[in-house]
């Protein structure tokens, strides 16, 4: 069985939840664990869960946003792009973005960002700076692409927190120069949100607004 949890994504600017990242959990011996694969059901499938998901937080008449996560093997499956704007179609007039975990082609980005803005669907760049998202990799995406997602907890995994500062100011900085949102994951403190601050990021998502969770 199948659920999405939920984290909810704090505007700092009023304090209130924009928006949820949909993150997909297998129940396994009564407890609810991360699939190895994430391509273990497919998108179609997953649509149908996320459609109940925004059914459940009634997205439809709060304006929130449902970030939805996307690999490669996923992007590149023909059924997928239908499969996501027939979900948009059923949530109207609920909000809908696409999290791409790794670094497509530029020609992938291009008609991808073409054909989910006619349907009003944001495209965002997740995990900036690390795995294959790094500055080489995605730069010459950025201009088809409405958000990108810095994310701390990876720093802190790898063991370079002390990078954080430096690294943040540097996507802020990318972040305005192409006129892009920018979304800080990770935040879990009263000096998290100090930095954000320090940089202008008013976008948070994070332990400190809520852990991942059943709707």
């Not at 149908?48 to 690999?71: D, G, I, R, Y």
């Not at 990108?148 to 120069?177: V, Y």
């Not at 930095?195 to 202008?200: E, T």
């Amino acid at each position: 069985m199948y659920r999405f949890f939920v984290q909810p994504q704090i505007n700092q600017d009023d304090h209130q939840v924009f928006g949820y990242e949909v993150l997909l959990r297998k129940q396994q011996n009564d407890t609810w664990v991360l699939p190895k694969n994430f391509t273990e059901i497919s998108v179609e499938e997953q649509a149908k869960l996320l459609e109940q998901t925004a059914t459940s937080l009634h997205t439809a008449v709060t304006n929130q946003v449902l970030a939805f996560n996307l690999n490669n093997q996923q992007l590149r499956d023909p059924l997928t792009l239908g499969a996501i704007i027939a979900l948009k179609k059923r949530m109207n007039p609920a909000a809908l973005t696409i999290e791409l975990t790794e670094a497509p082609t530029l020609e992938e980005v291009k008609g991808f960002s073409i054909a989910l803005h006619q349907y009003g669907i944001g495209l965002v760049l997740d995990d900036v700076g690390t795995g294959s998202n790094t500055y080489n990799n995605i730069v010459h995406l950025l201009p088809f692409v409405d958000q990108i997602k810095f994310a701390m907890q990876n720093l802190r995994m790898n063991g370079d927190a002390d990078k954080i500062p430096t690294s943040l100011a540097f996507w802020a900085k990318i972040a305005h120069e192409y006129r892009l949102q920018l979304i800080l994951e990770g935040v879990e403190d009263s000096h998290d949100q100090a930095l954000a601050k320090q940089f202008g990021v008013t976008l948070h998502q994070g332990y400190l607004y809520g852990k991942p969770s059943l709707v």
